[in-house]
T-cell receptor, first 113, second 109 residues
Framework: TAGITQAPTSQILAAGRSMTLRCTQD?????MYWYRQDLGLGLRLIHY???????GKGEVPDGYSVSRANTDDFPLTLASAVPSQTSVYFC????????????FGPGTRLTVL | GQNIDQPTEMTATEGAIVQINCTYQ??????LFWYQQHAGEAPTFLSY??LDGLEEKGRFSSFLSRSKGYSYLLLKELQMKDSASYLC??????????WGAGTKLIIKP
């Protein structure tokens, strides 16, 4: 089973350009999440979705947007990238039934120059 | 504020035992998770504790004391493949995970 897939694996982006990071899960999980991971810091939640059609802001949402048109897909868009958005981005999913385990995709390494 | 503290780095010897500590202060508590993350890879789930006490799963055990805001992950019979970062995360009252920065564990032969 694929679990969660993310694309692209890595990307170099010029500042000011837009980009969409893709995330797809095949586990029929209700909840999905986007995190960024930076050296020396814990994973930080950017946006989340508890179920298809709904989204919410996490700890660091500025400069990012998400949509959840269906259960499987949860794309993250950077409208106008800045160098501080250089990071590793992880998508995760869970059942969404309270204190449930989150399962992570392989990550996207993004460099903004 | 919410805070998760764990050591930045630890070194241990192959075949030995190592204990990785995690202390937390969060708004509400709905359980504590430990994840393993090898370099360049995604975090993978190791354990979940919501009640006080020790949970054993093969070579790995996880302990929780809610009154002390404290947990540890115990790894026995260390193998070279255990070299990784170990992430502590607490689920707060909103069912959001608050993550520590991770402990990088280096195993030496």
């Amino acid at each position: 089973t694929a679990g969660i897939t993310q694309a692209p694996t890595s990307q170099i982006l010029a500042a000011g350009r837009s980009m969409t990071l893709r995330c797809t899960q095949d586990m029929r999980h209700n909840a999905m999440y986007w995190y960024r991971q930076d050296l020396g810091l814990g994973l930080r939640l950017i946006h989340y979705s508890n179920t298809a059609g709904t989204t919410g802001k996490g700890e660091v949402p500025d400069g990012y947007s998400v949509s959840r048109a269906n259960t499987d897909d949860f794309p993250l868009t950077l409208a106008s990238a800045v160098p501080s958005q250089t990071s590793v981005y992880f998508c995760a999913s869970s059942d969404g039934t309270g204190a449930d385990t989150q399962y992570f995709g392989p990550g996207t390494r993004l460099t903004v120059l | 504020g919410q805070n998760i503290d764990q050591p930045t780095e630890m070194t241990a010897t192959e075949g030995a035992i190592v204990q990785i500590n995690c202390t937390y202060q969060t708004s509400g508590f709905n359980g504590l998770f430990w994840y393993q993350q090898h370099a360049g890879e995604a975090p993978t789930f190791l354990s979940y504790n919501v009640l006080d006490g020790l949970e054993e799963k093969g070579r790995f055990s996880s302990f929780l004391s809610r009154s002390k805001g404290y947990s540890y992950l115990l790894l026995k019979e260390l193998q070279m493949k255990d070299s990784a970062s170990y992430l502590c995360a607490v689920m707060d009252s909103n069912y959001q995970l608050i993550w520590g920065a991770g402990t990088k564990l280096i195993i030496k032969p």
